[in-house]
T-cell receptor, first 114, second 114 residues
Framework: NAGVTQTPKFQVLKTGQSMTLQCAQD?????MYWYRQDPGMGLRLIYY???????DKGEVPNGYNVSRLNKREFSLRLESAAPSQTSVYFC?????????????FGAGTRLSVL | AQKITQTQPGMFVQEKEAVTLDCTYD???????LFWYKQPSSGEMIFLIY??????QNATEGRYSLNFQKARKSANLVISASQLGDSAMYFC???????????FGTGTRLKVLA
């Protein structure tokens, strides 16, 4: 009963380092998303992928890149991490449940950039 | 542009009592969907309930119900018979009409008192 799986759960980076956050879903969903959550700001959409082979910018895409590797996997890459990217990152996928498109979330990745 | 507003940063409720969490939204599109998610201290986002703009009746899901007032553009979450396990952050969200993008409010932190 995996759902949406994110790795790693925690990560500490130094400014300028790069890393990739991994996300995989086993619900056969077409759409996948990356959000960041900062205190007092709710969730903000970084990038999303409506279907395999497509990606689009969300509200806060600067400093990030994404890859929709296949239908199951959607990765988020920080090429040169900055302290402003310290946040909790959530991956989600969405699919129809009783005719409604519902988002399901991973457990999150807590990232600190020093 | 679409917007979700949650004006209550924090709420307290006595165990076994009902509580209403406020959510107002702004959209000019007649077709939209509204969602509520729960985020316990463990961090995961849990889908609770959905209301479509054309739904004739207010959505209910167990102890959760949605007080949907279309003219006032409000979609308040009502939790009946509060339990200690209901203590969490609650987020209201809207799917942007015609897209796969979701907008989240800033959340309300609910504390249930024994």
């Amino acid at each position: 009963n995996a759902g949406v799986t994110q790795t790693p759960k925690f990560q500490v980076l130094k400014t300028g380092q790069s890393m990739t956050l991994q996300c995989a879903q086993d619900m056969n969903h077409n759409s996948m998303y990356w959000y960041r959550q900062d205190p007092g700001m709710g969730l903000r959409l970084i990038y999303y992928s409506a279907s395999e082979g497509t990606t689009d910018k969300g509200e806060v895409p600067n400093g990030y890149n994404v890859s929709r590797l296949n239908k199951r996997e959607f990765s988020l890459r920080l090429e040169s991490a900055a302290p402003s990217q310290t946040s909790v990152y959530f991956c989600a996928s969405s699919g129809l449940k009783q005719g409604t498109d519902i988002q399901y979330f991973g457990a999150g990745t807590r990232l600190s950039v020093l | 542009a679409q917007k979700i507003t949650q004006t209550q940063p924090g709420m307290f409720v006595q165990e076994k009592e009902a509580v209403t969490l406020d959510c107002t939204y702004d959209t000019s599109d007649p077709s939209y969907g509204l969602f509520w998610y729960k985020q316990p201290s463990s961090g995961e986002m849990i889908f609770l309930i959905y209301q479509g703009s054309y739904d004739q009746q207010n959505a209910t899901e167990g102890r959760y119900s949605l007080n949907f007032q279309k003219a006032r553009k409000s979609a308040n979450l009502v939790i009946s018979a509060s339990q200690l396990g209901d203590s969490a952050m609650y987020f209201c969200a809207m799917r942007e009409p015609g897209t796969y993008k979701y907008i989240f409010g800033t959340g309300t932190r609910l504390k249930v008192l024994a």
